[in-house]
């Protein structure tokens, strides 16, 4: 089965079902990633976009 097959068989409703899917997995995954960083890791995080480019170690 081609792609265009594809496409045309799953029509709108089909192609945003499968938009919401891949959505709520990314929002999951970032969700999940965020809750298990370490209290270091969300600290140095947060300072990101203050941050000038030197180097911490």
């Known amino acids: 089965m081609r792609l265009s097959e594809l496409m045309s068989a799953l029509g709108p409703t089909g192609l945003t079902e499968i938009a919401l899917l891949i959505f ?7 969700a999940v990633r965020a809750w298990r960083a370490g209290p270091g890791e969300q600290d140095r995080n947060a300072r990101l976009p203050l941050d000038d480019g030197e180097v911490q170690s």
């Open 24 to 30: 709520l997995a990314v929002f999951v995954a970032v």
